[in-house]
């Protein structure tokens, strides 16, 4: 019967599948090079590791690199609320080039791509190859520089976010309290798209010099070393109206801006650079002045909008990625340089991504 004949045939693609799929992983190397952390806040090492073999809907990556965040660094802290089974490879995303697949029409598709990738189970991206779902995956152009496509999600995605905040409340200027980091500096480039104005926080007059070269003497910038600088963003916010705040320090920050913006305004809270908890938040800004402060979670954001959201971003992300949302690397170091990395991260975060790889360029 025909239903009998496209059993067979089924059955027979699976198994060319499935053999295809054998041949892939035996031509691989059976260990890899993997960065791992044994206990939360403690060194990590570098190890031999079985390369991971991929489940149905599943793709196997040959990493190309992997950049830091601050993510990365409040995951390795043992402070990040997703808490993995120890010992794990970090690392939440990167790219590199599908090698094996294992098994639906997505994963076989994506067999030989060049991707951007997130990572979804317990092992991340520092690593010479990572297993992750096909929903964290985004198939590349040709014109797009693979290393450079290693920073596609954190930061592109949480602007993308951010610009529908602000389309969905109509602000037209946005206060942003780290505005010298990376996704501070492609703000400035994916918020004009907008017509959206961004008046940028920074801590030192070396930042400001910095935003100034890149993007000319008529941003609006704030910097918290001036004695006056909250006079400043009260002001500039006044005149801008600028009734968002995207806060990414934490500490007395948040309280001190939200006392300086507008009545009626919300601040969204998305990161934790300072390493302390909000403070400084005076009852009279949220109860008369009718001021809020919210949480914005890249991760929970996104599946909140379901798959029709998640395709939408992807769209979005694929439509600017070599262009406005294109991420800017500083330096590369390979893996068993982990933690001179963290420490070049550390101490030069401003310069630009930077990133972990297991071929790194040479450093001049």
């Given at each position: ?43 990590l ?17 040959k990493?190309?690199?992997?950049p ?31 090698v094996?697949?294992g ?18 189970g ?18 590349l152009?040709?014109q797009?520089n693979?290393?450079?496509?290693a ?20 602000y ?5 309290t ?64 600028a ?16 006392q ?9 809270v998305?990161?934790?650079l ?41 769209r ?47 450093r001049?």
């Amino acid at each position: 019967s025909e239903m009998c004949i496209r059993d067979r045939y089924q059955r027979r693609v699976h198994g060319e599948h499935n053999l295809t799929q054998s041949l892939r992983m035996e031509s691989l190397p059976k260990t890899m090079k993997a960065i791992r952390l044994h206990e939360y806040g403690k060194p990590l090492t570098v190890e031999d590791v079985p390369i991971p073999v991929p489940r149905a809907g599943q793709v196997l990556i040959k990493m190309e690199g992997s950049p830091i965040n601050p993510s990365d660094l409040s995951f390795l802290s043992g402070v990040y609320p997703t808490k993995k089974k120890l010992p794990c490879t970090p690392g939440f995303e990167g790219s590199g080039t599908v090698v094996a697949s294992g098994g639906g029409f997505r994963a076989w598709m994506l067999n030989g791509k060049r991707v951007a990738c997130f990572s979804s189970g317990n092992d991340g991206t520092w690593a010479e190859y990572m297993i992750t779902d096909v929903n964290s995956v985004l198939g590349l152009d040709n014109q797009i520089n693979l290393k450079e496509a290693a920073c596609s999600f954190v930061n592109p995605l949480t602007l993308i976010a951010m610009v529908e905040i602000c389309k969905k409340n109509q602000y037209k200027t946005v206060i942003h309290t780290a505005a010298c980091s990376a996704l501070g500096k492609m703000m400035y480039i994916f918020f004009k798209q907008y017509k959206i104005q961004v008046i940028g926080v920074v801590r030192r007059q070396e930042q400001v010099d910095i935003l100034k070269g890149e993007f000319g003497n008529d941003i609006n910038i704030i910097n918290t070393s001036d004695n006056d600088w909250e006079d400043q963003l009260k002001k500039q916010a006044k005149e801008l109206d600028a009734k968002c705040c995207f806060e990414a320090i934490a500490g007395d920050m948040t309280g001190k801006v939200l006392q300086n913006m507008p009545n009626g305004s919300v601040l969204y809270v998305y990161g934790a650079l300072s390493g302390k908890d909000c403070s400084n938040i005076t009852p009279v800004d949220l109860i008369f002045k009718k001021k809020k402060i919210e949480g914005l979670w890249l991760t929970d954001y996104i599946q909140s909008k379901g798959m029709l959201g998640l395709l939408f971003f992807f769209r979005e992300l694929k439509k600017h990625l070599s262009t406005v949302l294109k991420s800017s690397i500083y330096q590369e170091y390979g893996l068993n340089e982990i933690q001179q990395a963290l420490d070049e991260y550390n101490q030069n975060s401003s310069k630009g991504k930077l990133l972990i790889c297991p071929n790194p360029t040479k450093r001049t």
